[in-house]
């Protein structure tokens, strides 16, 4: 797979995308073509060394393998169906999905490409925009072990944890609930400071004391210190519609387990709130403002 011949196509360049983008263009050895509804991003990865698609069409056609790295389930359907990817793959293409996507979509997704000699691989990735920037992410994939041994090496590219969590879909599982509890670790988070700081105790020190003891976590020295403590919830960061949009795939594959999930209800009203707020498009933990509604 990475050798110089193989073309990989690469559609979106997001936040997360654009550098992981880079890092395929620099590190895999092969070549690798782009599409993206933006101009900018597009400018600054050919400047690095990509091609240019003048479609999803056209990258196809392309394309040995395919990254798609995009905000939702929606915009995935969107460059899947009408003149998009399934209209055009053919036998032996292979179509790694980086986003966080409906579990029932991606095996959907799976069997039509099957049908066609294809396959499509879920590869839904973790951490930061920074861990994005320098090639650390953590990507948890869904598909057959002989695949994975062939693509592994491509992932490494842009992620120091790479783990094959089962079939097609169950890198979606682990992901979506890997994010759930996030989401419901950040809203205890930002509880504690509100209780805290109304309390007479800084809210930096409860958190850097709670990071010495059985309270600490990845969410509380990233989130809580450097986003709820600080009230730094910029935009195009994961905002607080994305988590509602991941948080709604964990309550549906609950739903098709047979399982009622109080904890990520209770976390999805608290989103929902902060939409309602207008901290739509703000970084997720800024649900700490509406706890905290004096802040």
């Known amino acids: 797979m990475t ?16 550098p992981i ?28 060394g990509a ?11 392309q394309s040995d393998l395919i990254f798609l790295c995009l905000p939702s389930a929606c915009h995935v359907r969107a460059v899947f169906e009408g003149d998009g990817i399934l209209a055009h793959v053919t036998p032996q293409q292979i179509v790694i999905d980086l986003g966080t996507s ?40 869904g598909t057959s072990p002989a695949l994975f041994a062939a693509i592994e090496p491509l992932i490494r590219c842009f992620a120091t944890e790479v783990t094959l969590c089962g079939e ?30 109304r309390s007479g105790v800084d809210p930096e020190l409860l958190l850097q004391t709670l990071s010495k003891g059985s309270a600490d976590s990845f969410a509380l020295r990233n989130h809580g210190l450097k986003a709820i403590v600080p009230g730094a919830f910029p935009e195009r960061a994961f905002s607080t519609e994305y988590a509602l949009k991941d948080l709604s795939y964990a309550i549906e594959l609950a739903s098709d387990a047979g399982v009622t999930l109080r904890g990520a209800e209770l976390a999805g009203t608290v ?9 739509g498009k703000a970084y997720f933990p800024v649900i700490a403002k509406l706890i905290d509604r004096d802040r």
């Not at 989103?271 to 901290?279: K, R, S, T």
């Open 21 to 48: 983008c880079r890092h395929l263009v620099t590190k895999s050895a092969a070549r690798v073509i782009a599409y993206d509804l933006a101009r900018e991003p597009l400018q600054r990865v050919e400047s690095a």
């Open 168 to 197: 097609v879909g169950a890198g979606q599982v682990t992901k979506i609930l890997n994010n759930m509890v996030l989401f419901e670790t950040v809203n205890a988070l930002a509880e504690a400071v509100a209780v805290a700081r």
């Open 102 to 141: 409906s579990v029932r979509q991606t095996r959907d997704f799976a069997a039509q490409m099957q049908a066609k000699g294809a396959a499509w691989v879920d590869a839904p990735i973790a951490r930061t925009r920074q861990a994005a920037q320098d090639g650390t992410l953590s990507v948890m994939v």
């Open 3 to 18: 050798a110089s011949s193989r073309t990989l196509g690469f559609i979106g360049l997001g936040v997360m995308g654009e």
């Open 51 to 61: 091609a240019i698609a003048a479609s999803v069409a056209d990258l196809v056609a």
């Open 271 to 279: 989103l929902q709130e902060a939409i309602d707020a207008g901290a």
